[in-house]
């Protein structure tokens, strides 16, 4: 699933999204690509994505047109030039669901990543 994906499927249904800031103040979305069971435990796939793609105004880019970020415009410029060659970060974590109904997501140890990423594997073949 790339960006363009999701903004597709964001006229059709609604996303679960997950966004946190780092330590260096820098905003990150994720959009949930998947949810899957390792033995007991919750997982989720993924996939960070720019936030301007949830945006509800329109944004001028580069090319001097108003138009949302996602949607084409007739100025004749690829606004998606090199998004098929860049590999989706996908992220793979550890849900947890504190006593007070609180979801929390974890990185998971090197063990259970192996684990998640044989399943996710699995998932998409």
Request: hydrophobic residues 30%; glycine residues 4%.
């Amino acid at each position: 699933m790339t960006e363009k994906d999701v903004a597709e499927v964001m006229e059709e249904e609604t996303i679960e999204t997950f966004e946190f800031t780092d330590e260096e103040g820098q905003d990150h979305c994720f959009v949930v690509e998947s949810r899957f069971k390792v033995g007991k435990d919750d997982y989720v796939a993924l996939l960070e994505v720019d936030p301007s793609i949830f945006a509800e105004e329109e944004e001028e880019c580069d090319c001097d047109h108003d138009h949302a970020h996602h949607e084409e415009c007739d100025c004749d410029h690829d606004h998606d030039a090199g998004e098929e060659d860049e590999e989706p970060n996908i992220i793979l974590a550890k849900i947890v669901t504190d006593e007070n109904g609180e979801i929390d997501i974890q990185v998971p140890s090197d063990e259970e990543f192996e684990k998640a990423r044989i399943a996710y594997e699995a998932l998409e073949a």
